[in-house]
């Protein structure tokens, strides 16, 4: 090895890097594919042993069972119309309220971001009992409502768009479009969201993220099987199947493809977030 040049040196530790990410790649998506596979295999087999590693032919089967067992389309429907509210006005006040805390000087400022912060540290468990008192009483219980409106503006999602607009969008050019004559409102649609595409898209897949997942929400306030979304629906039809995995498997996968597709759609603005801070520095 002494007798290496420092070139030779360099391209040996960038194949070691590249073999070592590619293991590991490899590892991570393993979990994936092994699932697909499962999606294609009779479900009185999914449990073989030894198991199996290749795609087999019965997908459409495991489907037509899935679209059997539960009202699979609805709760897709649900998910998704759940999750895109949930985003759009997710991202469009906490992308306000980011605004104001980080371009604004107003009296209580400190401690209004102090009080959103210290909102992070209570435990989401110990809210259930009065919230669901809450919902009742609003008589949203079993609607979309209590999954979309409470989580409108979430302390993390205010906190990083404060934190990204802060430096993202310079003072100096609100200042100037002040003096031409745009009102606050359009400062913000006009500069302000434009200026964030990288953040909001960020929080957006987050966002969208959380929402489809919601288990606990979802099953706490949309009890019945026609209007509850994906996770509830998957969690009854395994708890009901005797033995048969089959289209709980093919459910799975059609309920990973969305997030798949959105973080696809918008892995450019996330590599583009991560990296805007370094070219900065």
């Given at each position: ?96 309220g ?7 000087e107003?009296?209580?400022k ?23 008192k ?9 609607t ?15 906190f990083?768009?404060t ?48 929402s ?16 509850t ?6 969690s ?6 005797d033995?048969?995995?089959?289209g709980?498997m ?32």
């Amino acid at each position: 090895m002494s007798n290496l040049r420092p070139g030779s040196t360099n391209t040996v530790n960038k194949a070691i890097v590249y073999i070592l990410l590619a293991f590991f790649g490899l590892l991570f998506a393993f979990p994936f594919y092994y699932m697909m596979v499962l999606s294609t295999v009779p479900g009185t087999q999914v449990y073989r042993n030894p198991p199996h590693i290749f795609f087999k032919g019965s997908f459409m089967t495991n489907v037509q069972r899935l679209f059997n067992d539960i009202p699979f389309a609805t709760n897709f429907m649900n998910s998704v119309g759940i999750a895109v509210l949930s985003t759009v006005t997710v991202v469009f006040f906490c992308t306000m309220g980011g605004f104001a805390l980080s371009k604004y000087e107003f009296k209580g400022k400190k401690a209004a971001f102090l009080f959103i912060m210290s909102t992070l540290a209570i435990p989401q468990f110990l809210n259930i009992i009065p919230f669901f008192k809450m919902m009742i009483t609003f008589k949203w219980y079993g609607t979309w409502l209590p999954l979309i409106i409470p989580g409108m503006a979430p302390a993390f999602g205010i906190f990083m768009m404060t934190q990204f607009m802060q430096d993202s969008i310079p003072n100096d050019l609100l200042d100037a479009a002040r003096i031409d004559g745009l009102t606050e409102f359009n400062i913000l649609m006009k500069i302000a969201f434009p200026l964030s595409q990288a953040g909001i898209a960020v929080l957006g897949i987050l966002t969208f993220i959380g929402s489809w997942n919601n288990f606990l929400g979802a099953l706490v306030m949309l009890p019945t099987i026609d209007k509850t979304t994906i996770p509830v629906a998957l969690s009854k039809l395994f708890m009901q199947m005797d033995g048969d995995r089959g289209g709980l498997m093919a459910g799975t996968v059609l309920a990973v493809l969305p997030l798949m597709a959105v973080f696809i759609a918008f892995n450019k603005q996330i590599i583009d977030s991560l990296t805007e801070g370094s070219l900065k520095g």
